[in-house]
């Protein structure tokens, strides 16, 4: 079973960045494809990106693309999200999973292990 605990989450001006990291216990972390997810007040938790299990594939939802970028080093049991030039509606929780499938999903449903989240909030 992985344990996941998210960090780097931080207060931070519009256009300003942080780079969130997602690690994980146990042996078996290069073998899932990992995600990120973030939930702001009152919305549900919606994905944000995604990454095969060797990291040469990645995913993002199309309100990130060209400013957040999903990374992962293995060696480490560590993921990670670089976001740059963020925004007001970035502010959120966010969350790193393992998916359950082994093709690419932006489904929440799909993840499990969630770990416990780590908070993001943008200044205008």
């Known amino acids: 079973q992985v344990q996941l605990v998210e960090s780097g989450g931080g207060l931070v001006q519009a256009g300003g960045s942080l780079r969130l990291s997602c690690t994980g216990s146990?042996?078996?972390?290069?073998?899932?494809?990992m995600g990120w997810f973030r939930q702001a007040p009152g919305k549900e938790r919606e994905f944000v990106a995604a990454?095969?299990?060797?990291?040469?594939?990645?995913s993002y939802v199309d309100s990130v693309k060209g400013r957040f970028t999903i990374s992962r080093d293995n060696a480490k049991n560590t993921m990670y999200l670089q976001m740059n030039s963020l925004k007001p509606e970035d502010t959120a929780v966010y969350y790193c999973a393992r998916s359950r499938r082994v093709i690419d999903s932006s489904y929440t449903s799909d993840y499990d292990n969630w770990g416990p989240g780590t908070q993001v909030t943008v200044s205008s």
């Open positions: 146990g042996r078996t972390f290069n073998m899932y494809i």
């Open positions: 990454i095969s299990r060797s990291g040469g594939s990645t």
